[in-house]
Structure formats: C-alpha cells, structure tokens
C-alpha cells in the first residue's frame, strides 16, 4: 500500500502574528500535524505543497521546524509563492533532497510511485512559472522512471481555475508541462496546491487535483470582476492511495479535526 500525505498553504506567521491579521495559521497546522497523526495506515510521505510561511521570513521558517517536531511521519517540503527560496532552503539545509542552488526540483520513491516535485515559483512574484531548467529536469526524471507510475507535484496547478483573481497569479504556460507529458504516459496525475481548494480538472489526459489549504479556503466565486476573499471553510489536506489492484491513484479528501463517530453503517 501507498499513501502520500499533500498538506498545502500553511502560510505560518512568528509566534504571536496572525495570518491576513485573523487567523492563528500556526494553530491550524499543529491541529493538521495530530490529524495526521492519527492516520491509520500512516502515510509514508507528508507532502507539502508550497507557501510553508507567508512571508519567506527565517523566524517563520523556525517556527515551521517546531510545528513539523510532533509530526510522526517522514515529510518533505516544497516552495510556494510566498516563500523564499534562500531561507526555506538555510532552514532545510538537513533535507538531502533539496539541491543546493538553482530551483528546488526533487524526486522521491514512495514504494513503487516516483514522486516528481517542481519548482513553480518566480522569486519576486506571486505568479508562476516553469523555467527552461526545470522542464529539462522533468523530462530527464520522466525518462528515468519510465514504466512505474509518477505524481508530479507543484505549487501553482497547471490550469485556469475560473476565480479571477486566482487566475491573476496563475501558472503561465502550462503547454509546454502538456507537451511534455504527452509524451509520458506513466504520469498518473498531477497535484498542486496554491488555490486554498480542492478543485479537480486534467491538463491534456493527465488528471490534476489541488489541495485545500490548512487555513483559510478561496472564495469561490467565478464572475468576471468578482472581489477576491476568504472564508473559514472546513480545513483539509488530501490523501493520494496508489493501488496496485486498480493500477492509478485515488486522492480522498480528507478534514481537519475530530468529528463525531464512529456511527453505524448500514
Ligand atoms: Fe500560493
């Protein structure tokens, strides 16, 4: 069995700052760390998809660390927009799986799944992209693995989502990850992060699944001009299940917190 934990936008603030002044962001993600925590069967990879602090400060990165301490499982980390690739990368600096200059690309085996992940970020800006150095990479890792099954993970997904003011800050020229997955088809699908949703779309054959964020969620509004907000939606991460009996991914959105139950099920 193969289970990867995606936790996605955890935006952590220094201790005693609220996220956008409202919200206790850091509370939120120690609140993720005992729900997955209790996960049973553990997942053997925590996964999280970029904006890990919401300004790329080191006292944020440091008070990452002491978040991520109770965390039973191994986990790895990935750049958002609101990070900051020299600092995520000085408070890392003990994760082998982050190269040490340039965009912080890595490939990592969770059983028999090679999971891909991508640096989307543009340092300076809140859009994304994929450089020239990166898709070299992909298609060098692709080639690699060929014949057992790939997740691609990135921050920005590779789609317009329809919230405007989402799509201000999107991921600019996807064509060119779709025609290079074209030519993969051992690519199972493609999960990102960034949206503060969970949205569920393909980018040519291949499915793509966002995460919600551990704090606040979008506002789902689709009207052209619609003004951009957040609401205190259900929190969530996603859990993607490699199954060698159907031979693909299934990705469960799974909340945060405890709820009432177990209750009969007839
Ligand atoms: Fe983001």
């Not at 850091?26 to 997955?36: G, R, S, V």
């Not at 890990?52 to 927009?81: I, Q």
């Not at 298609?139 to 921050?155: F, K």
């Not at 606040?216 to 991460?237: D, K, N, V, Y």
Request: glycine letters at 6%; hydrophobic letters at 40%.
């Amino acid at each position: 069995m193969t289970v990867i934990a995606q936790v996605s936008d955890i935006h952590v603030r220094p201790r005693g700052r609220l996220y956008q002044d409202c919200v206790d962001s850091n509370a939120m993600f120690a609140e993720a760390i005992e729900t997955l925590n209790r996960l049973d069967p553990a997942p053997q990879l925590v996964l999280i998809t970029g904006d890990l602090t919401d300004e790329g400060e080191p006292e944020e990165y440091a008070m990452l660390r002491k978040l991520l301490a109770p965390l039973k499982h191994p986990y790895a980390v990935m750049p958002g927009n609101h990070d900051d690739r020299a600092h995520l990368r000085s408070a890392f600096g003990d994760q082998p799986l982050l190269p040490r200059e340039g965009e912080l690309n890595f490939g990592i085996d969770v059983d028999q799944v090679r999971v891909l992940a991508l640096d989307t970020t543009v340092p300076g800006f809140h859009h994304g992209e994929l450089s020239e150095a990166t898709l070299l990479w992909l298609e060098r890792e692709l080639v690699a693995c060929t014949g057992r099954p790939a997740i691609i993970a990135m921050h920005h997904p590779p789609f317009t989502t329809g919230i405007p003011y989402l799509d201000l800050y999107g991921l600019r020229q996807p064509e060119a990850l779709s025609a290079l997955l074209a030519k993969h088809a051992h690519v199972d699908r493609i999960i990102a992060g960034h949206v503060h949703r969970s949205m569920h779309t393909r980018l040519g054959a291949v499915p793509v699944v966002t995460c919600p964020s551990t704090t606040t969620q979008i506002a789902l509004r689709l009207h052209a001009g619609a003004e951009a907000a957040s609401w205190m939606e259900p929190p969530a991460f996603m859990l993607h299940h490699w199954s060698d009996a159907g031979n693909n991914t299934v990705s469960h959105l799974c909340y945060i917190g405890q709820f009432e139950g177990p209750l009969p099920f007839a």
